[in-house]
């Protein structure tokens, strides 16, 4: 870190910041996971930290503050949870309390919760969000516009937008008329991955550990995985290789049967939910990690975290959201439901050596791009920009 790096965060002020989401923090999915990485390094930074949320059972961490009552339901393809209308006067006294400099908001948020954030927030207080969705399919593309003319009010009291990858700043901008966001990323911490540092890759006497992570939902493409897996296995029934699933969902049966129907019983072993420890353990142990999701992925932090923890290749489905983060090696992103081509990527992957090194080093550059140390500071940059105008008013 140089010098002038190491002053000039000497002297930035110790913030209090409040990051807002309608949803509870039970889960590790997306937003849940990008909240907490980014507070956990704000935290480390020496800012005060607190979490507003939906209803929540959790107790591991600081700064956690329930104060929504919360409805279970499918959006987007999605299991999540929205709020009840949740008391004025109580986020009011909690906001008016704590006096936050900076109050960081998930979008599309609830009228019942987020909306009420933001609006009660001090006139100090810098509103912020980040715009975290792509629909999957009619309702959710139209519910979500829907949505965002419901808040057109609500949004004059933000200062700032973010979106995690121009396919969210686009949709955000047809849904909600958010016409001056800035791009920033979604982060991992690099640090917390700790990848194998030596692979030897031999198409030879190998097998090959093939890891998938994911809800066993439609859209996120388990079953065209498995297909071509079928394919690849009746052309060339020399490759040795391994499938490990590890996520639940409705689909798990039918991928079951699927699996067993052809020909692939002692290829694919279902490990049902992981843990985030065994999710880093499996995917640091991954020759090829594969994410074969073809539509409303909004970003892929499973992506980075993938490429974090060192595994071989990371391949994910071609849709606007992974071919942000795998721009740099697009060679990994496959249309899932081309049977015929996934198939001749994963054999690819598989035999020739070299093609396997180059995605892998260009991966392992590129996911740095991705780490809460620089995305972090990104975002502080924006947050203190957006005070010094007010400030300055």
Excluded at 96 to 111: A, F
Excluded at 375 to 386: D, K, M, T
């Amino acid at each position: 870190m140089s010098k002038v790096t190491k002053s000039k965060q000497a002297s930035r002020r110790i913030l209090k910041i409040a990051y807002v989401i309608d949803d509870g923090m039970n889960s590790e999915d997306g937003v849940q996971a990008y909240v907490k990485t980014l507070g956990a390094w704000m935290s480390s930074r020496g800012h005060s930290v607190h979490y507003l949320c939906g209803e929540t059972s959790r107790t591991d961490i600081p700064g956690l503050y329930p104060l929504a009552k919360n409805l279970k339901v499918t959006f987007n393809g999605n299991r999540l949870s929205m709020p009840w209308p949740t008391s004025t006067a109580k986020i009011k006294q909690h906001v008016q309390m704590n006096d936050y400099d900076v109050v960081h908001v998930q979008i599309p948020h609830s009228p019942f919760f987020g909306a009420k954030v933001a609006r009660l927030s001090s006139e100090k207080s810098v509103v912020m969000s980040t715009f975290h969705i792509l629909p999957y399919g009619v309702v959710a593309r139209y519910g979500s516009k829907l949505l965002g003319i419901w808040l057109c009010r609500n949004l004059r009291y933000f200062d700032k937008h973010i979106a995690n990858s121009p396919a969210t700043m686009m949709f955000s901008r047809w849904a909600f008329g958010l016409k001056d966001s800035v791009l920033v990323p979604n982060m991992v911490n690099l640090a917390l991955f700790s990848p194998k540092q030596d692979r030897h890759i031999s198409p030879a006497n190998k097998t090959f550990e093939i890891v998938f992570v994911g809800r066993l939902v439609e859209r996120k493409g388990c079953r065209y995985l498995l297909q071509a897996a079928r394919r690849l296995h009746g052309q060339q029934p020399d490759l040795d290789f391994k499938i490990h699933i590890c996520g639940k969902g409705p689909l798990e049966g039918e991928l079951q049967r699927l699996a067993n129907e052809n020909g692939l019983k002692d290829v694919v072993e279902f490990h049902g939910f992981i843990s985030n420890e065994e999710k880093v353990r499996r995917l640091q142990a991954a020759d090829i990690a594969v994410f074969p999701s073809y539509s409303g992925e909004s970003f892929g932090i499973v992506l980075i975290e993938a490429m974090a923890a060192g595994a071989g290749v990371v391949i994910g489905g071609n849709n606007p959201g992974y071919s942000y983060v795998l721009q740099e090696t697009p060679e990994t992103l496959v249309d899932v439901q081309d049977e015929e081509r996934f198939a001749e990527l994963l054999g690819r992957v598989m035999t020739d050596v070299d093609f396997y090194k180059k995605i892998h080093e260009k991966q392992q550059q590129s996911v740095r791009q991705f780490d809460v140390e620089v995305v972090g500071n990104q975002i502080l940059e924006l947050y203190e920009s957006c005070m010094h105008r007010r400030n300055r008013k």
